[in-house]
């Protein structure tokens, strides 16, 4: 069978509260062998341990504050993730990042956030999993001001252009999911001047469903739905896909078990 990582996943949310066993089976079914669970906020760090100490071997989990989670007082969240930091072997610092979709009311705020967490990165030497999101000028301005940065920007949906200035920025991937397989996208046209080399699967479940289950929940058993829309675009078969995809993820998350 084919072998596949799910990069990036929220599973530990109540979305799947009721049948996360299930939810598990069937990406084991599928073939995904290890999912990569990020951590978004304060409430989020016990669900996601919860979850990870029923299936050890299965999950690898990471310790940030999201952007969008980032508050007045993001000193205070800080202090406590960096507590976290101290207490658990996180497979990497994420996600953090960058978000001026949702409000640029706190951009100041994100900005000492994301170097504070991005110094934390230097210091352990993990790997950073970024979250950008209409901010990707404010987000490699702070990046290239940092040495040896590695990681994966997460959901990836830019034009070749920003391909290229993150790829140049450190030693960085980049994570696609399911809008690769969106009608209106122009990701499948930019990827071609992407090196496969550089390209991490990932859901971001419960969000960003692939076509056709697009606007229900998301599953990281469908990251062969994305696999294969890749198999398209690089001209080539899903087993290579799987393959190299997953080698990548290896080297991204590399000192993770
Ligand atoms: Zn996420």
Request: net charge negative.
């Given at each position: 069978m084919i072998k596949f990582v799910d990069t990036h996943s929220h599973i530990y949310q109540n979305d799947y509260i009721e049948d996360i066993d299930d939810v598990i089976r069937d990406a084991k079914n599928a073939g995904i062998d290890k999912i990569y669970l990020p951590n978004v906020d304060l409430e989020s760090i016990e669900p996601m341990h919860q979850l990870q100490s029923k299936y050890p071997d299965y999950f690898e989990i990471m310790m940030g504050l999201h952007p969008t989670s980032v508050e007045k007082d993001y000193q205070k969240q800080l202090d406590i993730i960096h507590t976290h930091l101290h207490q658990y072997d996180y497979c990497a610092i994420g996600e953090i990042g960058i978000d001026l979709y949702w409000s640029k009311e706190l951009i100041a705020e994100q900005q000492k956030a994301f170097k504070i967490q991005l110094?934390?990165?230097?210091?352990?030497?993990?790997?950073?999993?970024?979250?950008?999101?209409?901010?990707?000028?404010?987000?490699?301005?702070?990046?290239?001001?940092?040495?040896g940065l590695r990681g994966i920007f997460h959901s990836f949906g830019g034009n070749s252009d920003d391909a290229k200035r993150i790829l140049e920025a450190g030693d960085f991937y980049l994570g696609i999911n399911g809008v690769v397989t969106f009608k209106n996208t122009t990701l499948r046209e930019t990827l071609k001047s992407v090196p496969l080399e550089r390209i991490v699967l990932e859901t971001d479940a419960p969000y960003l469903t692939p076509v056709p289950y697009r606007g229900k929940r998301n599953h990281?058993?469908?990251?062969?739905?994305?696999?294969?829309?890749?198999?398209?675009?690089?001209?080539?078969?899903?087993?290579?896909?799987?393959?190299?995809?997953?080698?990548?993820?290896?080297?991204?998350?590399?000192?993770?078990k």
């Amino acid at each position: 069978m084919i072998k596949f990582v799910d990069t990036h996943s929220h599973i530990y949310q109540n979305d799947y509260i009721e049948d996360i066993d299930d939810v598990i089976r069937d990406a084991k079914n599928a073939g995904i062998d290890k999912i990569y669970l990020p951590n978004v906020d304060l409430e989020s760090i016990e669900p996601m341990h919860q979850l990870q100490s029923k299936y050890p071997d299965y999950f690898e989990i990471m310790m940030g504050l999201h952007p969008t989670s980032v508050e007045k007082d993001y000193q205070k969240q800080l202090d406590i993730i960096h507590t976290h930091l101290h207490q658990y072997d996180y497979c990497a610092i994420g996600e953090i990042g960058i978000d001026l979709y949702w409000s640029k009311e706190l951009i100041a705020e994100q900005q000492k956030a994301f170097k504070i967490q991005l110094q934390w990165a230097i210091e352990s030497d993990k790997p950073v999993v970024i979250h950008t999101r209409d901010s990707l000028d404010e987000t490699l301005e702070i990046v290239t001001k940092f040495n040896g940065l590695r990681g994966i920007f997460h959901s990836f949906g830019g034009n070749s252009d920003d391909a290229k200035r993150i790829l140049e920025a450190g030693d960085f991937y980049l994570g696609i999911n399911g809008v690769v397989t969106f009608k209106n996208t122009t990701l499948r046209e930019t990827l071609k001047s992407v090196p496969l080399e550089r390209i991490v699967l990932e859901t971001d479940a419960p969000y960003l469903t692939p076509v056709p289950y697009r606007g229900k929940r998301n599953h990281p058993s469908y990251i062969p739905i994305i696999a294969k829309q890749l198999a398209e675009v690089y001209n080539t078969e899903i087993d290579e896909i799987g393959a190299i995809t997953t080698q990548n993820a290896s080297n991204a998350f590399r000192k993770c078990k």
